[in-house]
């Protein structure tokens, strides 16, 4: 695939001279996931996508879109989100950061172009061609990008560092939300509701700004190791001193209690974001403050939670993974999972009896162990397969992302559905979802909990795996 | 910033936080924070 023109984004062109401040890398690292991790704020477009005949959001037309339909964006996106990082995890251990970071910025911002022309042309396939397939593989591709270099730079804390990274994801979100709002009111006078203009210029405002990761990234020496790095033995035998290949690590019974791990976490986080807007509504109304509340305090209330909720999924990124690198990450996960079983089983009590103040902390504390759960889950998997094709094999393990964004959907449209078919009203309506996710939670522990120190039949035999790598004479295969 | 050297380097000491390290943050953690304070802004009518 590589050639002379493009000799400039090989791996060997990014390896750090002598020198090099690794706190460089970090900010690299997070030009990227600031930029993807606006993803999760595609909800902004909902309303407007969805009136962009009629003009109105709360009066739609014949031929405007369905929220159902809209909704289909973003989860194709996830889904190809998962798909990319596992196929494309391997080609992106041999080329380097670099080359994965340009083509996760051209795939992110062309996917806001070719949606854009899909708003303009009111074709919705387009936009899920666009934002949803183009735009999800930039996502796969742009949310492995960093780790593994970062867990070269940081073997002394691969906690800390995959979690700034994995953090920016999480804050993507809350530059892109108010982005896109003023960028929509800007234009709305000249583009239906504004939204075409405002992809075009969100995906040129991605794409360049992606360029300071893509032209910033360094990768390490090969036998680069931080000043009196020695590696930490002391957490447990689950470190090991070897190496994986992802070919290998998926055909291990801890790559899969992993993925179950990742699965549960994501699959119960996802049971409260997607219900905590109405829900807290619920509570609110039933205290004596909220007696008083008219319907437009108790929304902009709704919005102000996920809010919260927003801040606490960012700082748990940091503060959990950064924890981990003392705790060690079995215990973290045991932490997430033991502390969340408690967390989701009292929430409904504390939602049923009004107390606000407790369930808002209990939600907060359950939200910012769902951000720590992705935030941990590379240094876990550095630990356990080494730092061989950690990007690669963390790229598989996301498809459990994927899996866990369908599951968590269904399970609480399901479960509130019922409830509400059987009578249930206000806060007592997601009382099931929370039971249910606490269920689940359980499933996380046992897998967590059965995690050993991987068999070393699967780890690389021979010299160092870690040879320079040139892609000049190498064929693309993933 | 060699873009050849590959060659061994193991760090004897921690380079200091240059004018560049602090560059690179700012730019990164400029938006960051923008976001962060709009997001802040937003969840105090929770508290209103």
């Known amino acids: 695939m590589a050639d002379n023109s493009t000799s400039f984004l090989d791996r060997t062109r990014t390896v750090a001279g002598p020198g090099y ?8 690292a997070l030009a990227i996931h600031l930029a993807i991790g606006q993803a999760y704020a595609f909800s902004v477009f909902n309303k407007p996508l969805g009136s962009l005949i009629s003009g109105d959001a709360d009066h739609p037309a014949a031929g405007d879109w369905t929220l159902a339909q809209i909704g289909l964006t973003f989860s194709i996106a996830i889904v190809l989100l998962g798909l990319s990082a596992a196929i494309f995890g391997k080609w992106l251990e041999r080329v380097g950061p670099r080359k994965a970071m340009l083509a ?20 919705i396939w387009l936009v899920y061609f666009g934002y949803g397939f183009v735009g999800g593989i930039g996502l796969g591709i742009g949310y492995i990008s960093p780790v593994s270099t970062l867990i070269k730079w940081f073997p002394d804390r691969k906690g800390v560092a995959t979690g700034m990274a994995i953090m920016g994801f999480g804050g993507g979100a809350m530059i892109g ?15 239906p509701q504004g939204v075409a203009p405002t992809f075009i210029v969100m995906g040129i405002i991605y794409l360049l700004f992606m360029q300071f990761g893509v032209w910033s990234i360094r990768v390490p ?26 070919d290998n690590a998926i055909k291990t019974p801890q790559f899969w209690l992993l993925w179950v791990v990742l699965l549960c976490n994501v699959t119960a986080g996802i049971g409260v974001l997607e219900t905590a807007s109405p829900l807290i509504q619920s509570v609110i109304k039933g205290t004596e403050k909220g ?14 939670f996920v809010g919260l909720l927003s801040l606490f999924n960012l700082l748990g990124r940091f503060f959990w993974s950064s924890a981990s690198d003392k705790l060690g990450r079995k215990i973290t996960y045991a932490i997430y999972f033991g502390l969340g079983i408690l967390l989701y089983a009292i929430a409904p009590t504390l939602s049923h009896n009004a107390q606000l103040a407790l369930f808002v902390i209990v939600c907060c504390v359950i939200i910012s162990m769902y951000g720590g759960g992705f935030a941990t889950v590379p240094a876990y998997l550095s630990d356990l397969f080494g730092k061989y094709q950690v990007g690669a094999i963390h790229g598989r393990l996301l498809t459990a992302w994927s899996t866990a964004a369908i599951m968590g959907h269904l399970i609480v449209s ?13 806060a007592a309506t997601y009382q099931p979802v929370f039971y249910t996710m606490a269920g689940l ?20 035999k021979g010299p160092s795996p870690f040879k320079p790598v040139t892609t000049k004479s190498q064929s693309f295969s993933i | 910033m060699n873009p050849q050297s590959n060659s061994s380097t193991p760090a004897t000491t921690e380079p200091g936080v240059g004018g560049s390290v602090v560059l690179a943050w700012l730019v990164v953690g400029l938006p960051l924070a923008w976001g962060v304070s709009q997001t802040f802004i937003k969840a105090l009518a929770l508290f209103k």
Not at chain 1, 231 to 242: D, K, Q, R, V, Y
Not at chain 1, 291 to 304: I, P, R
Not at chain 1, 442 to 458: C, Q, R, S
């Open chain 1, 21 to 28: 401040n690794r706190w460089l890398v970090p900010p690299a």
């Open chain 1, 221 to 246: 020496a090969d036998d680069w190791k931080p000043a009196g790095y020695v590696p930490n033995e002391e957490h447990s035998a689950l470190i090991t001193t070897g190496n994986v290949s992802a």
């Open chain 1, 104 to 123: 996760s910025a051209l795939c992110f911002g062309g996917g806001f172009l070719i949606a854009s022309l899909g708003v303009s042309l009111h074709n």
């Open chain 1, 177 to 191: 939300s108010p982005l896109a709002t003023s960028l929509m009111a800007h234009f709305k006078a000249s583009a």
């Open chain 1, 414 to 426: 399901t479960l509130t559905e019922h409830a509400k078919a059987s009578g249930l009203t206000g």
């Open chain 1, 441 to 460: 939670l359980v499933v996380g522990l046992l897998a967590d909990l059965a995690v050993t120190a991987v068999n070393e039949k699967y780890q690389e």
């Open chain 1, 291 to 304: 007696k008083g509340m008219d319907e437009a305090a108790l929304v902009a209330a709704g919005a102000g």
